[in-house]
């Protein structure tokens, strides 16, 4: 999509307010209600809100690639909301780099996310990149081969702003629906954890309450589960009370000064 497609008539009053520079293109109406959420930024919360009804406009530009949004979607909601005229720009690689580390630095920046939800995003963002789809190759710039390492993923997970204990935890959990209640807070990472032997059946009963029970069900399932798993039982070794005759005995001749004769198996002897 080119910026030409969603060029405004000149608006010199907000030109001025803006400051910015010829990269900046507006769009409005039906062409900007058909901005459409980026792949990348699935597991990315939305910001709360904009505050644009009191000076009816907005004033951050949109980061797009092509028609999708890469940051800004709470402003586009609120200039479709207002019927507001949105400013926008196209993403620059050479200037944002890769539009994964982009997007998780942009969430760090505007929004106060939680340390599970930050290694939410790092993860879905690590594991899209990994499948090296078509429409990223252009950005990896060997990306995708750092970020099969431990050293290699370092400095993402630091623009992410998690460890990579807390990376490889999230890693463990392969359900998208528990990934997205992680992200949207209704439950901790570690119920998180917990839930993945609750079985598909239960998890999906309790992700079909509403939002604002769902954490209690969670806890309650949780609790539950754990009063059913059965108490460990001892191992049942072969020659177990062999073992233990000859351990006393060692013990007793090693204390009775006697080093030799306590390292020394009588095969014979014993029986």
Not at 39 to 64: D, E, Q, Y
Not at 181 to 200: F, K, M, Q, T
Not at 237 to 248: D, N
Request: with cysteine; aromatic share 6%.
């Amino acid at each position: 999509m080119k910026p030409e497609k969603f060029l405004t008539p000149a608006r010199e009053a907000i030109n001025e307010d803006l400051q910015v520079d010829k990269d900046i293109f507006f769009v409005e109406g039906a062409e900007l209600r058909s901005l459409k959420e980026h792949p990348l930024c699935v597991f990315v919360p939305a910001s709360a809100g904009v505050s644009a009804a009191r000076n009816r406009k907005i004033v951050m530009p949109v980061v797009l690639i092509g028609s999708d949004i890469v940051d800004g979607r709470a402003r586009v909601r609120e200039a479709v909301r207002l019927g507001l005229t949105c400013p926008c720009r196209l993403f620059n690689p050479e200037f944002d780099g890769h539009p994964a580390t982009f997007i998780a630095e942009m969430a760090r920046e505007q929004r106060k996310l939680t340390t599970p939800q930050r290694a939410v995003l790092a993860a879905s963002l690590v594991h899209q990149i990994m499948q090296r789809p078509q429409w990223l190759e252009r950005y990896d710039n060997g990306l995708t081969n750092q970020l099969r390492t431990q050293r290699g993923r370092e400095p993402f997970l630091q623009a992410c702003g998690i460890s990579s204990r807390t990376y490889q935890r999230v890693q463990g959990i392969f359900d998208a629906d528990l990934l997205q209640a992680i992200s949207d807070e209704r439950v901790s990472l570690r119920d998180a954890h917990a839930a993945r032997d609750l079985g598909a059946v239960k998890r999906r009963r309790i992700f079909a309450l509403p939002h604002a029970e769902q954490t209690a069900a969670f806890e309650r399932a949780i609790s539950r589960a754990k009063k059913r798993v059965p108490k460990t039982r001892p191992l049942d070794l072969p020659r177990t009370e062999a073992i233990m005759k000859f351990v006393r005995r060692m013990r007793t001749d090693f204390y009775q000064g006697s080093w030799a004769s306590a390292i020394k198996i009588k095969g014979d002897s014993d029986e």
